[in-house]
């Protein structure tokens, strides 16, 4: 069974770009959550999502928004990038969301905003 | 509210020697705690989950944690360590949340540094 892929691995942009990053679940997992993870600042949850529905945010600005299609493939997108959002940024999936499911997780895609 | 601990932030030991990362944790109802490892340039890795069933978790890796609720501790132990487990290991606790969801808060991270 494949794992979770997330694309690009890499990214380079600039201040006052926006961009957008995309994960795709495991098969049949139905739950998606982001996380940003910094030197700085460690691993911080961004959002997760469950059935197209936004279940749980963070506490990040409103440049970070995120969604989830039908089939459970999620993109995040940080519009008006600040020097600040240069980070790994890991997608994780999981059959369902709550306590017993395990999350796996993605590469994730490393954000260098210039 | 709910919040980690990580007490150390680097961890030397000798490979064949044991392995005693430290994790603290704060809720306000029975937690779901989780240990995670990253290794470098991967994602992270499922070690073991408690989940409110026995309090002696066994995962992979022959890694193993205690859920100790009079000491708020969930400290991660192996017998005897290997230059493979060198990385990067993160406590998480977890709980649900009334929205339906399930919140995540991971601690700091202990790298581990592991000597021939």
Known sequence: ?114 | AQSVTQLDSHVSVSEGTPVLLRCNYSSSYSPSLFWYVQHPNKGLQLLLKYTSAATLVKGINGFEAEFKKSETSFHLTKPSAHMSDAAEYFCVVGGPLYTGGFKTIFGAGTRLFVKA
Not at chain 1, 26 to 34: F, L
Not at chain 1, 54 to 69: D, E, L, T
Request: aromatic share 12%; glycine share 12%; proline share 4%.
């Open chain 1, 1 to 114: 069974k494949a794992g979770v892929t997330q694309t690009p691995r890499y990214l380079i942009k600039t201040r006052g770009q926006q961009v957008t990053l995309s994960c795709s679940p495991i098969s049949g997992h139905r739950s998606v959550s982001w996380y940003q993870q910094t030197p700085g600042q460690g691993l911080q949850f961004l959002f997760e999502y469950f059935s197209e529905t936004q279940r749980n945010k963070g506490n990040f600005p409103g440049r970070f928004s995120g969604r989830q299609f039908s089939n459970s493939r999620s993109e995040m997108n940080v519009s008006t990038l600040e020097l600040g959002d240069s980070a790994l940024y890991l997608c994780a999936s999981s059959l369902g969301t709550g306590v017993g499911h395990e999350q796996f997780f993605g590469p994730g895609t490393r954000l260098t905003v210039l």
